[in-house]
């Protein structure tokens, strides 16, 4: 019964934690993504999480990095703000890792500031998207409770010894 308690308290650790990463960003406004490329590496290494602000594109200054709707390929695009040209209602765009600009970018196109991001964190949450994922999850958390379960065991043989 013990193992059972400590497996579900390991896995709704790891929901609360995703609860805290995803969900609660989330509603608060903030959009959250995966790079899936590594067109703005190093800042932004492939399996970020990046957090996405909206913002009035005439806010957004040139070095700063915004997400658009790259509405011809049906993506959303994260790349550095190169010009913003509030007459025009256009923005210039490039990936750090890309030798060419983007074309230009309509102010309607534009989601948001990237605020924050966390490395790798997006793999775990691209992971917990599958069936696989999930039955992963539910491994390591059997995993992890019988290790600890057998560290405290062994830790309390040799207290009493």
Not at 11 to 38: D, E, N, Q
Request: aromatic fraction near 4%; charged fraction near 20%.
């Amino acid at each position: 019964m013990k193992k059972a308690s400590n497996m579900v308290a390991a896995l709704l650790t790891v929901l609360a934690l995703m609860v805290c990463i995803v969900i609660l960003p989330a509603a608060f406004g903030r959009k959250v993504l995966v790079v899936v490329s590594g067109s703005m590496q190093p800042v932004l290494p492939v399996g970020s999480l990046v957090y996405v602000c909206p913002v009035s594109p005439e806010d957004l200054s040139p070095g700063e990095i915004c997400t658009w709707r790259d509405t011809a390929k049906g993506i959303l695009v994260t790349h550095r703000v190169l010009r913003v040209d509030a007459a025009e209602r256009l923005l210039w765009t490039k990936g750090d890792a890309n030798q060419n600009a983007d074309e230009p970018v309509c102010f309607s196109d534009v989601v948001g500031r990237v605020e924050n991001s966390l490395p790798a964190v997006g793999w775990l949450i691209l992971l917990l998207r599958t069936p696989l994922g999930v039955l992963l999850l539910c491994a390591v958390a059997i995993v992890s409770v019988r290790f600890w379960d057998g560290r405290r065991q062994t830790t309390e043989q040799m207290v009493k010894s």
